[in-house]
Antibody, heavy 119, light 107 residues
Framework: EVQLVESGGGLVQPGGSLRLSCAASGFTFSSYWMHWVRQAPGKGLVWVSR????????SYADSVKGRFTISRDNAKNTLYLQMNSLRAEDTAVYYC????????????WGQGTLVTVSS | SYELTQPLSVSVALGQTARITCGGN??????VHWYQQKPGQAPVLVIY???NRPSGIPERFSGSNSGNTATLTISRAQAGDEADYYCQVWDSSTAWVFGGGTKLTVL
């Protein structure tokens, strides 16, 4: 059974940093691109970042470019999102999601972890 | 940047057919994916590449895509279909883009 379990969320002050993790199981993690998607309270889904299967290629939404870094450890079956210079507008539930492949959408999602940026 | 436009809400009578649209410039040339999200839960992929259903998704869910509009169709709507629905595409200028979401109400 495919499972994605996020962790690392919490309350952080503006300007602070946080690292999210996503532990994957039930599939060959190193074969799949992975994504982070966020959802502000009461709002819609917003794509944040993606990484290819071996970690050599990444892309980011303009809103987080230069502040967030996506990475992965295929030996540990874990995806990461390092978030720096956090702002109030980064407050959201952050989901990790598996890329189905071949531009076929995101087929498995974690349960999400809440990040709150507030003083 | 590429934008996707969805109606804020759609209502359907129990047992009838609901249609949720997703508008975008020449969206017919792109692969459109649809997600269902129930309150407090993670999104679930219900349609990929315009009209394909992942395993476990009922045949009542179908999709189409042409011109400037993609459509998610839910036949014989059930109370359990009440949820937010999001369309999504990949665009070379904007990367992965989601529509704003549509709240489906089953009356």
């Amino acid at each position: 059974e495919v499972q994605l379990v996020e962790s690392g969320g919490g309350l952080v002050q503006p300007g602070g940093s946080l690292r999210l993790s996503c532990a994957a199981s039930g599939f060959t993690f190193s074969s799949y691109w992975m994504h982070w998607v966020r959802q502000a309270p009461g709002k819609g889904l917003v794509w944040v970042s993606r990484i290819n299967s071996d970690g050599s290629s990444t892309s980011y939404a303009d809103s987080v470019k230069g502040r967030f870094t996506i990475s992965r450890d295929n030996a540990k079956n874990t995806l990461y999102l390092q978030m720096n210079s956090l702002r109030a507008e980064d407050t959201a539930v952050y989901y990790c999601a598996r890329d189905y492949g071949g531009n076929s959408g995101l087929d498995y999602w974690g349960q999400g972890t809440l990040v709150t940026v507030s003083s | 940047s590429y934008e996707l436009t969805q109606p804020l809400s759609v209502s359907v009578a129990l047992g009838q057919t609901a249609r949720i649209t997703c508008g975008g410039n020449n969206i017919g040339s792109k692969n459109v994916h649809w997600y269902q999200q129930k309150p407090g839960q993670a999104p679930v992929l219900v349609i990929y590449r315009d009209s394909n259903r992942p395993s476990g998704i009922p045949e009542r869910f179908s999709g189409s895509n042409s011109g400037n509009t993609a459509t998610l169709t839910i036949s014989r709507a059930q109370a359990g279909d009440e949820a937010d629905y999001y369309c999504q595409v990949w665009d070379s200028s904007t990367a992965w883009v989601f529509g704003g979401g549509t709240k489906l109400t089953v009356l």
